[in-house]
């Protein structure tokens, strides 16, 4: 039982982190350490285990994962082209495609290398293998720990509900991905208003982009009063231009209104988690919570979202990607 002692120390750490606040990465990247560590044990109580346990094991840690690799590429190549085909050719949506290709490269790469038993080559795949596999435990325990925030429900009252914007259909119509966060937003306002509770005020959240005739906040506001909302339940923030401004702004409001405000921010859910990060950067006193978004559009929007997380800590990612190249480079001159 020793074996599992680190996950479980992993696994406390990590319960600890969330309960003090579910808003950070280390959250993730603690989680995900934890099942590391788990399947370590596993593997180590293998020769303890029935012989039927043992094969269930290998298949999980090593058939399950390896399959799974291949199918995740052939999925996302396959959603690259509904993305082209529904979305456009814009760079942001070849990014499912790009990583679907990247997954079958680097298996081919893996396969056809050791057959030209070049201890140079072989020492520049190993190296690129370890900063791919690096990045990819990121985007596994981001991707893990961002669905886990999802599930976060709303419990009691909130004074406001921040809805964050986006850009506008034909500079002032709200479009479909913007009405979901909007008719989430309205949905946790019925909700307490049901409770026999004060209304919230709906804050919506977004400035007045150069191809925009009325700013975001406006166009949402309007949309809400179209549903019925009174506009008096309604306050615009329209400065923003950034989700980072969207937060600050939008605090500015609360906390004038009310210095011990709680709010709830609603985004789509696949920007829930980033959101939840800048929220804690901002100090904004709220949880985030995501709106439906269509499914087709979520694994170039997850991946989006990643390469701006994986971005915002750079200083460590970057210094740990060049120094798994640093030693590849070393341990390569060294078998030459």
Not at 6 to 28: E, G, H, M, Q, T
Not at 98 to 106: Q, R
Not at 127 to 136: D, G, K, P
């Amino acid at each position: 039982m020793v074996a599992f002692a680190p996950a479980a120390v992993l696994f406390v750490v990590f319960c600890i982190s969330a309960y003090k606040d579910r808003r950070r990465f280390r959250n993730a990247v603690l989680l995900g350490l934890t099942f590391l560590a788990l399947s370590c044990a596993l593997l180590f109580q293998l020769t303890a285990l029935p012989h039927w346990a043992a094969v269930a094991v290998l298949v999980l840690v090593f058939t399950l994962p390896t399959l799974g690799v291949l199918v995740v590429g052939g999925f996302l190549v396959s959603n690259g082209l509904t993305m082209i085909r529904k979305e456009g050719r814009r760079p942001a949506n070849l990014l499912s495609m790009l990583a679907g290709l990247g997954i079958f490269a680097m298996t081919a790469l893996l396969i056809v290398v050791p057959w030209f038993d070049s201890t140079l080559l072989g020492g520049l795949v190993a190296t690129l293998t370890a900063v791919v596999a690096y990045v990819s435990f990121l985007f596994v325990c981001f991707l893990g720990y961002a669905w886990l925030y999802g599930r976060i429900k709303v419990r009691g009252d909130v004074d406001h509900v921040v809805m964050l914007g986006s850009g506008l259909i034909g500079g002032d119509r709200v479009p479909p991905l913007l009405a979901s966060r909007l008719r989430k937003g309205q949905a946790i306002y019925v909700a307490q208003l049901a409770r026999g509770s004060r209304p919230p005020v709906l804050l919506t959240s977004g400035g007045k982009g150069s191809d925009e005739r009325v700013s975001e906040a406006r166009a949402m506001a309007d949309w809400l009063i179209e549903q019925g909302v009174p506009a008096e339940h309604i306050t615009l923030e329209d400065r923003s231009r950034t989700t980072e401004e969207n937060m600050l702004f939008s605090k500015e409001i609360m906390t004038a209104a009310r210095p011990d405000y709680r709010c709830v921010i609603v985004t789509n859910n696949f920007h829930a988690f980033r959101a939840a990060m800048m929220a804690r950067k901002t100090g904004v006193n709220g949880q985030v919570v995501g709106s439906p978004t269509a499914r087709y559009f979520l694994p170039s929007a997850f991946l989006r979202e990643f390469v701006a997380v994986f971005w915002e800590h750079r200083a460590v990612n970057l210094g740990i990607c060049g120094a798994l190249v640093v030693l590849g480079t070393a341990g390569t001159l060294a078998g030459l």
